[in-house]
């Protein structure tokens, strides 16, 4: 397999964008990616969108989207797996140019929330899950997260305003992030004072659903050094009923792909700078952590604190609670958001000699996750 | 919801039937085809225990399509007495009296409505163990 590098990026914000369709935005992350990697046409498209069967009851994305590229004649297809599509979809665009199939691929990912009303987006989150057993419940995802987050609670000791911290230091790191939906500072006590989404959580402690679309180029490394290469790329699942996991504040599709992918990348935990976590709620960013080897488990609010010396920067422009979480563009958001922090271009938000990033994406409550790490040649 | 889809499921939703496979003895709620644990394909059908404990819970507060008219509403995790656990709403109590490891029973349950003219679906929920019948 070749080694294969990051050489455009594009995004949008992430925002409630009325007045832009599916394909408008996709078209303008893809074109800003395909300029920025010096305008190559892509022999491939690949394309993640989570909610366009459902909102738009639009099929056959890939063609759509490379007519409107004005690429018409390009095969193209779509990737589907939840929250996790982007990342699925980015990894294999990789394996394509990596195997040596393809020269220069577009991956893009694409979301439109804002079609819908709010019971629809309540159904299309919890989609990932099992319609005939688990959303016949009647349970949302949120639901489902606040299931794990009361049994983490009571198992470890934790009190919750150790862990809503995530979502503080979310908001933090996404103030004056152009392209974040939720660019301010939110303190503890107006997160912890919001409403609950499903009780224990808070809706302030929930990621923003908004629309967005990111994009890459993938090409062949040139071995030049200074580029920003796909050091691993791992996926596992995990059984999909959190009635059916031993214990549910663990996530062993986290655990097993992370240890994958740092193997793949033949590097350790303390040589990553930084991580994009999937922090669909934040008790979902905090296990992940754990399961990810950052923390030792129920200790994983103690980064937030700054307590690991070691310890990388977490959700550098605000991860899915402040940057926003465009659903089936998700994962290939932190994928251009740790490009940009390895090319030294996130401005206000960026980590300082920045050399190795990971990125965790999920799809369902655990039952997919993927890890893609960059490191910077 | 279409009928076939809603039809195939009434055993195991209106009678709480699971699955057990022969190999190994492992219960499984829904039923499968496979073991996850063993990799037999032989797997009989098994009825579940309808009583148990919560583990488990939250409440909904901005619930999906179709389900508007019950919120807010408890949904646990709940551990029935053979050990399988499984997914349902609590009903029959305010959310802020639900606690860990409360006895809850099986109760049969109208789920949701397919508009005016659809299926109504019926199917579990749980209630506080109701004390008389513990004689």
Same mark, same amino acid.
């Given at each position: 397999?070749?080694?294969?590098s990051i050489t455009?990026v594009?995004l949008?914000?992430?925002?409630?964008?009325?007045?832009r369709?599916?394909?408008?935005?996709f078209?303008?992350?893809?074109?800003k990616?395909i300029?920025?990697?010096?305008g %190559?046409?892509p022999?491939?498209i690949y +394309?993640?969108?989570?909610?366009?069967?459902?909102i738009?009851?639009q099929?056959?994305?890939?063609?759509?989207?490379?007519?409107?590229?004005?690429?018409?004649?390009?095969p193209?297809l779509?990737?589907?797996?939840?929250?996790?599509?982007?990342?699925?979809?980015?990894?294999?665009?990789?394996?394509a140019v990596?195997?040596?199939?393809?020269?220069?691929?577009l991956?893009?990912?694409?979301?439109?929330a804002?079609?819908?009303s709010?019971e629809?987006?309540a159904?299309?989150?919890?989609?990932?899950?099992?319609q005939?057993?688990?959303?016949?419940?009647?349970?949302?995802?949120f639901?489902l997260?606040?299931?794990i987050?009361?049994?983490?609670?009571?198992r470890?000791?934790?009190?919750?305003?150790?862990i809503?911290?995530l979502?503080?230091?979310c908001?933090?790191?996404?103030?004056g992030c152009?392209h974040?939906?939720?660019?301010?500072?939110?303190?503890?006590?107006?997160i912890?004072?919001s409403p609950?989404?499903?009780d224990p959580?808070?809706?302030?402690?929930?990621?923003g659903?908004?629309?967005?679309?990111?994009?890459?180029?993938?090409?062949p490394?040139?071995g030049?050094?200074?580029?920003?290469? +796909?050091?691993?790329?791992?996926?596992s699942t995990?059984?999909?009923?959190?009635?059916e996991r031993?214990?549910?504040?663990?996530?062993?599709?986290v655990?097993?792909?992370?240890?994958?992918a740092?193997?793949?990348?033949?590097?350790?935990?303390?040589?990553?700078?930084l991580v994009?976590?999937?922090?669909e709620?934040?008790?979902?960013?905090i296990i992940?952590?754990?399961?990810?080897?950052?923390?030792?488990r129920?200790?994983?609010?103690?980064?937030?604190?700054?307590?690991?010396?070691?310890?990388?920067?977490?959700n550098?422009?605000?991860?899915?609670k402040?940057?926003?979480?465009?659903?089936?563009?998700?994962g290939?958001?932190?994928?251009v958001?740790?490009t940009?922090?390895?090319r030294?271009?996130?401005?206000?938000?960026?980590?300082d000699?920045?050399?190795?990033g990971?990125?965790?994406?999920?799809g369902?409550?655990?039952?997919?996750?993927?890890?893609?790490?960059?490191?910077?040649? | 919801?279409?009928?076939p889809?809603?039809w195939?499921?009434i055993?195991?939703?209106?009678?709480?039937i699971?699955?057990?496979?022969i190999r190994?003895?492992?219960?499984?709620?829904?039923?499968?085809?496979?073991?996850?644990?063993?990799?037999?394909?032989?797997?009989e059908?098994y009825?579940?225990?309808?009583?148990?404990?919560?583990?488990?819970w939250?409440?909904?507060r901005?619930p999906?399509?179709?389900y508007?008219?019950?919120?807010?509403?408890?949904?646990a995790?709940?551990?029935?007495?053979d050990?399988?656990?499984?997914?349902?709403?609590l009903v029959?109590?305010?959310?802020? %009296?639900?606690?860990?490891?409360?006895?809850?029973?099986?109760?049969?349950?109208r789920?949701r409505?397919?508009g005016?003219?659809?299926?109504?679906?019926?199917?579990?929920k749980?209630r506080?163990?109701?004390?008389?019948?513990?004689?």
């Amino acid at each position: 397999m070749r080694r294969v590098s990051i050489t455009g990026v594009g995004l949008t914000q992430v925002s409630e964008h009325w007045e832009r369709s599916l394909t408008d935005l996709f078209v303008e992350a893809a074109a800003k990616a395909i300029d920025d990697a010096g305008g %190559e046409d892509p022999e491939a498209i690949y +394309v993640s969108s989570s909610g366009a069967p459902f909102i738009q009851r639009q099929l056959n994305l890939g063609a759509m989207v490379a007519d409107a590229l004005g690429m018409a004649g390009t095969p193209a297809l779509t990737v589907e797996a939840g929250a996790a599509g982007g990342a699925i979809a980015l990894q294999e665009g990789v394996r394509a140019v990596a195997s040596g199939l393809y020269d220069c691929v577009l991956v893009g990912g694409v979301e439109k929330a804002s079609d819908a009303s709010p019971e629809e987006i309540a159904g299309f989150l919890s989609m990932p899950e099992d319609q005939e057993y688990t959303a016949y419940t009647g349970i949302t995802n949120f639901g489902l997260n606040a299931l794990i987050y009361r049994q983490y609670l009571e198992r470890f000791g934790v009190r919750q305003e150790e862990i809503a911290m995530l979502a503080v230091r979310c908001h933090e790191h996404a103030e004056g992030c152009p392209h974040a939906m939720y660019p301010f500072k939110l303190s503890l006590e107006r997160i912890l004072s919001s409403p609950f989404e499903a009780d224990p959580i808070h809706v302030l402690e929930c990621s923003g659903i908004g629309d967005g679309a990111a994009a890459v180029v993938i090409q062949p490394s040139r071995g030049e050094g200074g580029e920003v290469e +796909v050091a691993a790329y791992s996926t596992s699942t995990d059984r999909v009923h959190l009635t059916e996991r031993p214990d549910i504040t663990t996530f062993e599709a986290v655990k097993r792909a992370s240890d994958r992918a740092l193997r793949m990348a033949g590097i350790s935990r303390r040589d990553v700078d930084l991580v994009e976590l999937h922090d669909e709620t934040t008790i979902t960013g905090i296990i992940s952590l754990e399961d990810m080897g950052f923390a030792e488990r129920g200790k994983g609010t103690s980064l937030l604190a700054g307590e690991g010396i070691e310890a990388p920067q977490i959700n550098t422009f605000g991860g899915l609670k402040a940057r926003g979480n465009p659903v089936g563009a998700t994962g290939l958001y932190q994928v251009v958001e740790v490009t940009m922090q390895l090319r030294g271009e996130a401005g206000r938000c960026q980590v300082d000699g920045a050399e190795i990033g990971l990125a965790e994406s999920l799809g369902g409550l655990g039952s997919t996750c993927a890890i893609t790490i960059l490191r910077r040649s | 919801m279409s009928v076939p889809r809603y039809w195939r499921e009434i055993k195991y939703r209106y009678r709480l039937i699971g699955e057990r496979c022969i190999r190994c003895g492992s219960l499984y709620y829904p039923r499968r085809a496979i073991c996850p644990r063993c990799g037999s394909r032989e797997l009989e059908e098994y009825q579940l225990r309808d009583r148990g404990r919560v583990i488990s819970w939250t409440v909904i507060r901005n619930p999906p399509k179709d389900y508007e008219k019950f919120a807010p509403y408890v949904v646990a995790l709940v551990e029935l007495d053979d050990g399988v656990r499984i997914l349902t709403q609590l009903v029959d109590i305010e959310p802020e %009296e639900v606690k860990a490891g409360m006895r809850v029973e099986a109760t049969f349950r109208r789920i949701r409505e397919d508009g005016t003219s659809g299926i109504i679906e019926y199917g579990y929920k749980f209630r506080p163990r109701i004390e008389s019948e513990k004689k």
